[in-house]
């Protein structure tokens, strides 16, 4: 079995600032996770992976996320928020054991404060 | 390259009435997916197709939903007969290889309203 948790579906940072969005996942087997945004109208876009190679995973538009196992911990962060990182992000989780499902989120809204 | 396409982005429906949901793969993708999002909640899976061979449908709620992919490009989602509860995104979703380790390509979504 597999789940993943989202801490809070509401995030507002100010522009400039860190974006920390949470999450937190179980899994029975060594886990394949992800992050996905969504913009207004748009579907789901691939931020980064982590597939079991370097533990901290660098995705697009200046995300990253690390894998902490003993925390079972995967959480997205950026350094300085931009207004056009307004959007809802979920975290994912698959696994190794032969199962195709995605596992996702119920998702984080972030709003960016000018 | 062109992306997946979901038709329609909206259908309003009546309960008790047909709805049938397309998707349209990036082309050469031979796994396709669904999923919904229910009412803001998580995005849940529905099914799995590998070329024109259901993979996995274990995630369909019940049998008034119908999947099929002709010929292995495109797929359709009905459901028949509509209820409230159907109401929510529809997301389809294609990779070349196993999405479930290296990503999907998510279309723009369905959003299903039943009344």
């Known amino acids: 079995a597999q789940s993943v948790t989202q801490l809070g579906s509401h995030v507002s940072v100010s522009e400039g600032a860190l974006v920390l969005l949470r999450c937190n996942y179980s899994?029975?087997?060594?886990?394949?996770l992800f992050w996905y945004v969504q913009y207004p109208n748009q579907g789901l876009q691939l931020l980064l992976k982590?597939?079991?190679?370097?533990?901290l995973v660098k995705g697009i538009n200046g995300f990253e996320a690390e894998f902490k196992k003993s925390e079972t911990s995967f959480h997205l962060t950026k350094p300085s928020a931009h207004m056009s990182d307004a959007a809802e992000y979920f975290c994912?989780?698959?696994?190794?054991?032969?199962?195709?499902?995605?596992?996702f989120g119920t998702g984080t809204k972030l709003q960016v404060i000018p | 390259e062109a992306g997946v396409t979901q038709f329609p982005s909206h259908s309003v429906i009546e309960k008790g009435q047909t709805v049938t949901l397309r998707c349209d793969p990036i082309?050469?993708?031979?796994?396709l997916y669904w999923y919904r999002r229910v009412m803001g909640k998580e995005i849940k899976f529905l099914l799995h197709?590998?070329?024109?061979?259901?993979?996995?449908e274990s995630g369909m709620p019940n049998n008034r939903f119908l999947a099929e992919r002709t010929g292995g490009t495109y797929s359709t989602l009905k459901v028949q007969p509509a209820e409230l509860e159907d109401s929510g995104v529809y997301f389809c979703?294609?990779?070349?290889?196993?999405?479930?380790?290296?990503?999907?390509?998510f279309g723009s979504g369905t959003r299903l309203t039943v009344v």
């Open positions: 982590y597939t079991s190679a370097a533990t």
């Open positions: 979703a294609s990779s070349p290889l196993r999405g479930d380790i290296y990503g999907y390509t």
């Open positions: 899994s029975s087997v060594p886990p394949y």
């Open positions: 994912a989780v698959s696994n190794s054991g032969g199962y195709q499902k995605v596992t």
């Open positions: 082309s050469g993708h031979d796994n």
């Open positions: 197709f590998v070329k024109e061979s259901k993979q996995d």
